[in-house]
């Protein structure tokens, strides 16, 4: 359906091209696609930053650890603008301000302990910022929660839990059962309300299709143990 409107034309006559009845009636053109595509594109960019800005928030209110990588900047003295990492003991060093402990604050806070140090060097207002530039990985792996596997395995130690690893899997990533393995008798421990629960699992029985009910999922903390088989076993 379609509306004449009147408009002028060249011959300042009155002319009736026809509009889409739609935009008659809401009294406006029609939208041009490239405009939405664009209005949308701006959308997406901007949306994308503000979860950016968010993260990135979260991430420097957080207190820093040892280890962790820091850039320092001062407006006023762009000679002391660097990116530093923080000792083992959890201090900087740091031009005109010495030793200062780093660890345990936050980025404002120790912006404000730097400004504390440097101001009576300078006459004008310091504006000092730090930001984290990049966290102690070594720290923050280990933070993950991780299972053991020791006795007879290639590879005994510490494994990082994954969400569904169970005992087969676990013993895989040791690097599989070693040649004196006692593989009906091993062990699952594990602490349950402070009391340690032991879960048997028979490793021959799990290649025969018997056990795969023993065949259990780890949790945090756990303990594979594969004892040594005996002379006649």
């Known amino acids: 359906m379609v509306t004449r409107l009147p408009v002028k034309g060249p011959n300042n006559k009155l002319t009736s091209p026809e509009v889409p009845d739609l935009f008659t009636?809401?009294?406006?053109?029609?939208?041009n696609d490239g405009r939405v595509g664009m209005v949308m594109r701006v959308a997406v960019v901007a949306l994308l930053f503000f979860v950016g800005f968010v993260t990135s928030a979260f991430a420097q209110s957080a207190p820093l650890q040892?280890?962790?990588n820091i850039q320092i900047s001062v407006w006023q003295d762009p000679k002391l603008d660097r990116k530093l990492v923080i000792g083992p003991d959890g201090m900087i060093s740091f031009p005109l301000a010495g030793?200062?402990?780093?660890?345990?604050?936050?980025?404002?806070?120790?912006?404000?302990?730097?400004k504390a140090r440097l101001q009576k060097n300078y006459s004008g207002e310091l504006d000092i910022t730090v930001a984290l530039a990049e966290v102690n990985k070594e720290e923050e792996?280990?933070?993950?929660?991780?299972?053991?596997?020791?006795?007879?395995?290639?590879k005994p130690g510490p494994y990082l839990l994954n969400q569904r690893?169970?005992?087969?899997?676990?013993?895989?990533?040791?690097?599989?059962?070693?040649?004196?393995?006692?593989?009906g008798r091993i062990q699952v421990h594990r602490k349950v309300h402070g009391a340690d629960s032991i879960f048997?699992?028979?490793?021959?029985?799990?290649?025969?299709?018997?056990?795969?009910?023993?065949?259990?999922?780890?949790q945090a903390?756990?303990?594979?143990?594969v004892p040594e088989r005996g002379l006649f076993e």
């Open 200 to 218: 048997l699992f028979d490793y021959n029985a799990y290649q025969d299709g018997a056990a795969a009910a023993e065949n259990i999922n780890l």
């Open 99 to 114: 030793h200062i402990k780093a660890a345990g604050k936050t980025t404002g806070e120790l912006e404000q302990a730097l």
């Open 141 to 154: 792996a280990a933070t993950k929660p991780r299972f053991y596997v020791t006795g007879e395995v290639s």
């Open 221 to 225: 903390g756990d303990i594979v143990i």
């Open 66 to 68: 040892p280890g962790d």
């Open 165 to 183: 690893t169970n005992i087969v899997q676990a013993l895989a990533q040791a690097g599989g059962l070693g040649i004196y393995a006692a593989k």
């Open 25 to 31: 009636r809401i009294g406006r053109a029609p939208v």
